[in-house]
């Protein structure tokens, strides 16, 4: 097991702790909606970048609407999960904690996301059926990423203004 960056991870993360608790944009009202929209952002490029490239390669390939689904929403956590863990490696977390930042970082937006933006591609009529060269394929994706940004980024700023989420990488990016 790795543990490098163990000792430094939780230190780092103590720290943030008491230095956001004293900023004006942390105060009793938690984190601020810009933090909560940049955290929401980072995990949202991850899941964009995921997602388009799930629906684009089922598509292509004339699957099934519950595969096409799956590899878009598996590539979404994937994607999702590799900004935030390559961020905190890139800072000298070690392998293990890095994983264990980006999982408790970023699980819950994503599945938020996923869960909205996949709910609103499953109930727009026609979208299911709609091919990459259709308007309906790219308005019902792209509606659904901006739907799942706006109920996202409160979920976040709750989550980080109780030091947890996004606020367990903050101090490392």
């Known amino acids: ?6 000792h430094h991870g939780h230190g780092r993360h103590g720290e943030h702790t008491r230095q956001a608790g004293s900023r004006p944009e942390h105060g009793a009202g938690g984190a601020s ?3 909560a929209a940049k955290a929401t952002l980072h995990c949202l490029t991850g899941c964009v970048i995921g997602e388009i490239l799930g629906m684009a390669i ?5 699957w099934g609407n519950v595969p096409t689904m799956a590899l878009a929403i598996t590539l979404a956590f994937v994607f999702g999960y590799s900004f935030t863990l390559f961020a905190v ?6 392998l293990a904690s890095a994983i264990r930042a980006a999982l408790a970082a970023d699980t819950v937006s994503i599945t938020v996301m996923e869960l909205v933006d996949n709910g609103i591609i499953a109930l727009t009529p026609g979208a299911m059926d709609a091919h990459l060269d259709e308007g309906l394929f790219w308005a019902a994706l792209l509606g659904g990423f901006a ?10 700023k709750w989550m980080i203004g109780r030091g947890k989420g996004h606020a367990v990488v903050h101090a490392y990016h």
Do not use: C, I, Q
């Not at 097991?1 to 163990?6: F, K, L, Q, V, Y």
């Not at 089922?58 to 004339?62: D, E, F, N, V, Y």
């Not at 490696?89 to 070690?94: C, D, E, K």
């Open 1 to 6: 097991m790795d543990h490098s960056g163990t």
């Open 33 to 35: 909606w810009s933090t």
């Open 58 to 62: 089922g598509t292509a390939l004339r």
């Open 89 to 94: 490696r890139r800072a000298g977390l070690g």
């Open 147 to 156: 739907v799942a940004f706006l109920v996202t980024t409160p979920v976040n």
